[in-house]
């Protein structure tokens, strides 16, 4: 794709998603302070103890953290998170008094999750951030070497846990609900229910198996060098890409070249290239 496109195509795509998080934000987490971790989170209880308005919470807790970003982490840390740590708390702002459509904890935290996972794998689609305590753990990452991973589950269980003691402790636990489902619905916008299948066989007659793999299931394959652990011989592993709907085929044409073939399947989140979607 042009670069001038994908660029605009980038910026699309983190406002939308800016937009779609910001209003489940506010119609689901807002109304049941229901504060799932982040910046946002900390926002719900500012605005539960002292009454500001998330938005402004969000400007001033985003603007520090961008700025020490950007003298921390250089001028290509400014570009991915510059427009997010603007926008977001904007939307938040601009549907501040779009009404909840339920009163319920539990389907606030499904839905609100749903959400604001679905925005937010649309700004990642884009290549883009939010900007709020993801900057923080980078950070923390950065130096003192906690896996990036583990800095943001440590940020987001303290806001947690705050939740649980300044709202009510069951608020906590709706929190992890919308918590879990945000991370599981970035995944699908991420990848899609397309989940592949890859193959590993093991077997004495890797040449006929790749015979009926490439002219009777019509697959490519590639062959990897092996040795065997007890025998210390080499052998020939061969690796498969496959569609779920391939894989019963796989085995039934595997098991006839090869009825003693060891066989490993396991799900593959997404394949890129010829024969599969391309980004």
């Known amino acids: ?40 989170g900390i926002s719900i209880l500012v605005n539960r103890l002292a009454g500001f308005e998330p938005a402004y919470t969000q400007w001033a807790l985003n603007i520090p953290l961008f700025l020490l970003g950007l003298w921390l982490l250089g001028s290509r840390f400014a570009l991915k998170t ?21 009163d319920n904890a539990m389907l606030a935290s499904i839905y609100g999750g749903i959400g604001v996972g679905a925005g937010l794998g649309l700004v990642f689609r884009g290549r883009g951030s939010t900007g709020g305590l993801d900057l923080a753990a980078q950070l923390l990452h950065r130096f003192t070497g906690i896996r990036l991973g583990l800095a943001v589950a440590c940020f987001d269980g303290l806001v947690i846990i705050a939740a649980g003691i300044i709202i009510a402790p069951e608020n906590s636990l709706y929190a992890l609900v919308g918590l879990f489902v945000t991370s599981k619905t970035i995944d699908f916008v ?43 011989e080499e052998r020939t592993v061969l690796m498969i890409v496959v569609s779920q709907g391939e894989v019963s085929k796989l085995k039934q044409l595997v098991k006839a070249a090869d009825p003693d073939a060891f066989v490993i399947i396991s799900d593959t989140a997404e394949v890129l290239g010829q024969g599969f979607s391309l980004p």
Not at 83 to 92: A, D, K, N, R, T
Not at 202 to 214: A, H, Q, T, Y
């Open 190 to 232: 991420q990848t899609g229910f397309s989940m592949s299948k890859v193959a590993f066989i093991v077997s004495d007659e890797p040449d006929r198996i790749s015979e009926v793999v490439l002219h009777d299931l019509d697959r490519g394959l590639t062959k990897l060098g092996a040795r065997g652990g007890y025998t210390n």
């Open 1 to 40: 794709m042009n670069p001038r496109l994908q660029g605009t195509l980038n910026i699309l795509l983190l406002l939308i998603g800016s937009f779609i998080v910001a209003v489940s934000f506010n119609i689901f987490y807002v109304p049941l302070g229901i504060a799932s971790g982040g910046v946002s």
């Open 82 to 102: 510059a427009l997010g740590s603007f926008v977001l708390p904007l939307f938040v702002l601009l549907t501040s008094n779009w009404s909840a459509p339920t």
